[in-house]
């Protein structure tokens, strides 16, 4: 059966639990509302709400783990050589069958028991939608027909039903939890299969990152290596060139705006500069494929210097562009809240502006400023479209930033795109990196967020 | 005394030009970046046609058969218009000879005309067995070569597009030939390997579902915590706990989503890979945390005395907030929610993770489909090395930017129109 | 609602009789903390129906606090805590089993600063009817709302503009809406804090008129900074200090002959 047919019937039932609530709770009374604890429409959806809650879970239920069930069902059919193979080539089978089902291509020659259990597929997996259609369905009758004899003139349903909703706000609320604990557990846990294939030693300290393994045993030099000094010392290089132009190119700008600009010019120059910030990153990755690489690279030429098509420099710049506006508005707000009183008590001394910007305003703003810096960091190590469209793919372990370099986040982009191998350490690797990208990226928020909450409290 | 001030006011000066200068170097950067992409996009929107008379052979048109529509466009595919087109070009340049110069004749059309003479025939079925004037869509190459891109004053072999066939073209230009007209079919159809038939539509559909279910479980789930957090958490732990961990969330690289989307919904939940969805699921956990913040910033600006008044009539808390706070604090909500939705616009690399990045000629019709995205699309584009895909990618983004321009615009205009009244 | 209408019908039994009346709120040792401040310390009060009974004394000495124990604003501050007994016809209000969204409908407020919903007129009005199920159908509620802004004396001026925002009236006709909001509901008891402190002398006198004429028909507790305002409109004062009362009786007896040195000087204006 069609889930959203399904879903229809649900809501049908529910608006008839509605209907049907709401005038027993009115006839009880003979319609005088006032007699009512709460109002008739308050019964209509208690009624409702109750009927429709139990069928949505089993539906829930069904579309998370019912393709699973049909898989299990299927495969518990089969052979014994079947069951025998590993996990991963079980998947693959089941993917064959299923496709078989599907009367897709297939990867394999046809066998009669292939075929079998593509029926045996197709009939269990009718009679499972069956069955949790008609079980959604009866429970939710069952649940109406149950919320209805419950109403009486002194049932708490408004109580109840809003007892329901802040059951359901809190839920929500801990979604973003349960987003956190999904990519912590999701990263771990592949983490750990990867470190059964490479020593947690080889990846951290190791010196040569190609993650190539032999797809044949007798294959020459593929053994895949996975050390992943190369991919941070590429992402630090970049950051630091993007850094490098940022902070004073965001920090004068706020500066100047907070500080010497007109009113009027702010206006003007303030929402220009943000508008770097809405600019999809993807784009400037083109800008720096297109415009910015080229040119570094020919005026390397005049100079007589050889620069690689996709140095450092050239994505390091573009990401400096981009994050330039997360600095000079971070920094804007902590220099506008620098109490009026500290640049009066200057400037009442006979200090210039820029005596009280340099010796008053920074000082007390570079909490902010510092905080403001951990999280452009942050934005940068974490930055993906721009280095994978300007940034190389080969790991170099190098300083020199007209070299190409790859980072952190080309690298999870390249394991994971194209054909995948599940369980392979190359796949796997991917993981292993993006949990250390996680926990890098975390603790500079942590720490930007306790550098600025430190400095919010000495002015409050 | 005086030369010390002097000395002072010499570095007031410069201290005031550095900041300018940093100031104008944003905004440099910004401006050469509108303009490199708007100077090679705007030509993405044009096309070039050739007008070419074009002999409807009966011989090879054979006949049309069938009475039903369907039936006559399943005829109409077994016709070789490449047959028809060649014999057309060489009728116009009759002194060519030889089958690799009558191919190349062939390579100034693009492989997309036979759209063009399929429509035709589709609308009028009398052309045949007479010479029609037809403007047949040039080939990219060719289209290239009139935009400027391909110049001629170099060696042949370091240009795609030969002597040969820029002396038919020239040709045909003297005669007045060759049109340029808007590149309709740019926003109008799916991808394409050939950079003239390339359009966007396909990607934007995947975007607008992409967004549309991003939009479906963010708003409501993001405005619910928002709610629970800002009027019935009571501040312990609990809370503060959900407090840092939405705003570390937010600082999340997108990359790691990418990841959770990849290891949850296709590898745990079996979802459907490439598909909108799965896409929009993703998206939606990205930008969970920009709707909250903004919405619990929405909820906290509604003065106290609003909720006491309800509360004070015997209102209860969920209908003080579901009838007065909520109501209040929607166009706030709506800013909010319209930024995190232009964000989760741009966004790529999450979408790659869980493979909206294939090559797909349809365009989507449900969130089940298989499709991509207009960032993914100009990601696709940027990658590939025909030199026609260039001004594609920019047109691409001319659009990608000019969808991000409205949404905020509409944001910004939202803030204005619902100020505050108290 | 049902158990409204029982003591409505009772209320229109109680023939007044102004020498023994039984009191229809009755407050029995009541001690409010917010956190670690005690804020207000044994309060015994019996205020009496159909009266006007105002709450004066110096900033901050809790009168603001007590008056929102009566219907249990307090219960929306989560550091404020409360012991001690307060009854509405004999029926503990903190009792486990009262819904506090009921006992709103039948203890009304005003508050200090007028806070219209920024709805139009008539919404505002309606909203209470419509929440508690006070009106049948359309022409009820139209009732309600007529009556209620004509006893608030607001129906003359806004009959022409019901649609418009009740935030574009004046600060007065602000006020006097939210009174019609609260006795749209039909309430036992309005409490009243501070309600003419954000307005001009003009509509301060409108609304104390408005006061005397609601009192025929509603309990009314005032808390008041303006002793002019307690001698006009009030039967009773309690006289709060420091947390505590340190008089009450008969608005007459406490500002010609008061027993307390201390609310002698308060009403002569010597502190406060």
Not at chain 1, 112 to 136: D, G, K
Not at chain 1, 140 to 160: G, V, W, Y
Not at chain 1, 399 to 412: D, G, M
């Amino acid at each position: 059966m069609n889930s959203l047919i399904l879903i229809v019937i649900l809501m049908l039932i529910s608006t008839a639990a509605f209907i049907f609530g709401r005038k027993k709770a009115l006839n009880a009374v003979n319609g005088k509302v006032s007699a009512l604890h709460s109002l008739p429409g308050h019964y209509g959806w208690f009624s409702a709400v109750i009927s429709f809650l139990p069928g949505l879970t089993i539906l829930i239920i069904w579309f998370l783990f019912g393709n699973n069930l049909v898989d299990n069902f299927t495969l518990a059919t089969l052979g014994g050589e079947i069951q025998n193979l590993s996990d991963f080539d079980r998947a693959l089978y089941m993917n064959d069958i299923r496709n078989l089902a599907a009367q897709d291509a297939i990867s394999r020659p046809v066998t009669e028991a292939m075929t079998n259990a593509a029926h045996y597929y197709l009939r269990t997996q009718e009679n499972i939608s069956w069955i949790f259609a008609l079980s959604a369905i009866g429970i939710s009758a069952l649940a109406a027909l149950f919320s209805i004899r419950k109403i009486s003139p002194d049932l708490r349903s408004r109580n109840l039903l809003e007892r329901l909703i802040l059951i359901a706000l809190v839920t929500c609320s801990a979604i973003a939890i349960l987003t956190t604990v999904g990519i912590v557990s999701s990263l771990i846990v592949e983490t750990l299969r990867f470190l059964d294939h490479v020593p947690l030693t080889d990846f951290l300290f190791g010196l040569k990152w190609s993650p190539q393994t032999a797809l044949r045993a007798d294959q020459v030099g593929s053994s895949g290596a996975f050390g992943a000094i190369p991919l941070f010392a590429g992402t630090l290089l970049i950051t630091f060139i993007a850094l490098l132009i940022a902070l004073p190119v965001g920090l004068l700008s706020a500066i100047y705006m907070t500080e010497f600009a007109s009113r009027k010019a702010r206006a003007i120059f303030k929402p220009l500069l943000e508008l770097l910030a809405g600019i999809p990153t993807v784009v400037y990755g083109f800008f720096a494929a297109l415009v910015v690489a080229p040119a570094i690279r020919s005026s390397g030429e005049v100079i007589g210097l050889e620069i690689a098509s996709e140095s450092a420099l050239a994505a390091g710049l573009v990401m400096g562009i981009m994050i330039i506006p997360l600095i000079s508005s971070l920094s804007d707000d902590v220099i506008s809240s620098v109490p009026q009183s500290l640049r009066d008590a200057s400037l009442g001394l006979g200090a210039t502006k820029t005596e009280t910007i340099l010796n008053i305003i920074i000082p007390s703003a570079l909490p902010g400023i510092v905080s403001a810096f951990l999280l452009a960091a942050s934005r940068a190590i974490g930055e993906t479209m721009i280095v994978v469209m300007a940034a190389g793919m080969a790991a170099n372990l190098t300083a020199n930033p007209l070299e190409a370099v790859t980072t952190v986040t080309v690298q999870i982009l390249a394991l994971l795109t194209g054909d995948q191998e599940f369980d392979s350490a190359k796949t796997l690797s991917a993981f292993a990196l993006g949990l250390a990208l996680f926990v890098i990226t975390l603790f500079l928020n942590f720490m930007a967020l306790r550098v600025v909450r430190k400095y919010q409290e000495q002015y409050d | 005394m005086q030369a010390r001030l002097k000395r002072r006011y010499r570095k007031e000066r410069m201290f005031k030009a550095v900041g300018l200068g940093g100031l104008m170097t944003g905004l440099l950067a910004l401006a050469v970046m509108v303009i490199s992409i708007l100077s090679t996009g705007l030509s993405g929107f044009t096309e070039s046609r050739l007008h070419i008379d074009v002999y409807m052979d009966p011989e090879i048109i054979g006949t049309i058969a069938g009475n039903t529509e369907k039936e006559r466009l399943h005829s109409l595919m077994q016709i070789n218009y490449s047959a028809l087109v060649r014999n057309s070009l060489r009728q116009k340049f009759p002194d060519v000879k030889g089958r690799r110069n009558i191919f190349s004749l062939q390579k100034l059309v693009s492989k997309g005309s036979r759209e063009d003479i399929k429509q035709r025939l589709l609308e009028d079925e009398s052309i045949i067995g007479k010479t029609i004037t037809m403007n047949l869509l040039a080939s990219s190459t060719v289209d290239m070569y009139l935009k400027g891109q391909i110049s001629r004053h170099v060696d042949q072999s370091e240009r795609k597009i030969s002597d040969k066939q820029l002396a038919w073209l020239d040709v045909l230009q003297a005669e007045g030939r060759i049109v340029k007209g808007f590149n309709w079919k740019f926003l109008t159809s799916g991808d394409s390997r050939e950079p003239e038939l390339a359009g966007i539509w396909g990607a934007a559909m995947g975007s607008f579902l992409t967004l549309l279910v991003t939009l479906v479980v963010a708003f409501p789930i993001g405005v619910a915590s928002a709610l629970y957090l800002e009027e019935f958490a009571p501040k312990n732990k609990w809370t503060d706990l959900i407090e840092i961990n939405i705003n570390n969330l937010a600082a999340v690289p997108s990359i790691i989503f990418g990841l959770l989307g990849l290891a949850i919904f296709l590898n745990l939940f079996n979802m459907p890979r490439s598909a909108p969805l799965v896409g929009g699921l993703t998206l939606a956990l990205m930008t969970l945390p920009t709707i909250i913040i903004s919405s619990r910033a929405a909820i906290r600006a509604v003065p106290p005395s609003i909720r006491d008044a309800a509360i004070g009539m015997g209102a209860s808390r969920i209908q003080t907030q579901f009838h007065h706070v909520l109501p209040l604090s929607m166009p706030g909500i709506m800013t909010g929610t319209i930024i995190g939705m232009a964000q989760a616009l741009g966004e790529t690399a999450p979408l790659l993770m869980i493979g909206m990045v294939a090559f797909i000629v349809d365009v989507p019709h449900g969130v089940l489909d298989a499709a991509t995205a207009l960032p993914v699309q100009i990601f696709l584009w940027a990658d590939s090395p025909e030199r026609g895909f260039m001004e594609k990618t920019s047109a691409a983004i001319i659009v990608l930017l000019l969808f991000l321009v409205l949404m905020n615009g509409l944001a910004i205009w939202m803030r204005h129109k619902f100020e505050k009244r108290w | 609602m049902n158990i409204i209408n029982v003591f409505e019908e009772d209320r229109m039994d109680n023939t007044p009789d102004e020498e023994v009346v039984e009191p229809i709120i009755q407050t029995k040792d009541v001690n409010v903390y917010y956190g670690d401040t005690h804020a207000l310390m044994g309060i015994d009060l019996d205020i009496s129906p159909k009266r006007v009974t105002a709450l004066i004394g110096p900033s901050g000495c809790g009168k603001s606090t007590f008056l929102r124990c009566i219907n249990r604003m307090n219960d929306t501050i989560p550091t404020c805590r409360m012991t001690g007994t307060i009854t509405l016809d004999g029926e503990n209000i903190y009792d486990k089993k009262i819904d506090v969204v009921q006992l709103r409908a039948r203890v009304g407020m005003v508050f200090q600063k007028p806070n219209p919903f920024p709805k139009s007129i008539y919404d505002n009005v309606a909203y209470g009817p419509r929440i508690h199920g006070l009106a049948a159908n359309s022409t009820d509620l139209d009732e309600i709302v007529f009556n209620s802004l004509q006893r608030s004396g607001l129906w003359n001026e806004v009959k022409d503009r019901l649609d418009t925002p009740g935030t574009a009236l004046s600060g007065g006709q602000q006020q006097r809406l939210c009174i019609a909001r609260t006795i749209a509901i039909n309430p036992e008891v309005i409490l009243m804090d501070e309600p003419c402190s954000a307005l001009d002398p003009i509509a301060t006198a409108i609304v104390e008129e408005l006061i005397t004429e609601l009192k025929e028909r509603f309990t009314i507790i005032i808390v008041t900074h303006s002793m002019q305002q307690a001698a006009r409109v009030s039967e009773q004062t309690a006289f709060f200090h420091l947390g505590k009362i340190l008089e009450f009786g008969d608005t007459s007896e406490i500002f010609t002959n008061p027993k307390v040195e201390k609310t002698k000087d308060y009403i002569t204006g010597r502190f406060g």
